[in-house]
């Protein structure tokens, strides 16, 4: 993340981190998503797991890139991300 870029907008009130934040999912679709195995809790916080890099993150904004609206977060974690959608930047590199 790069300082001064985080945008403000969409902060929830009580967000832990300025301007980042976790989609509010319903219980229903937490339990879901969590028996499914995308996401678990974690000393109370809830971790999403990016299926590129194979880690635990936290489930908020920080990490990953909001959808629908700050509804749902994107699958991959935002480093991922980067590399699956600009691989030619990443072409000298080795990943283990
Ligand atoms: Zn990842």
Redesign the pocket.
Known sequence: MIPGTASTRGRKPGSPVAGYFSPAFRAKQLALRITKGGYRMADGELEKR??????W?PADTEFFFSLRNGADLHS??????SVVRHPERYANEVRA
């Open positions: 990016c299926p590129a890099c194979e880690e993150w991959y974690c935002k480093a991922c991300y």
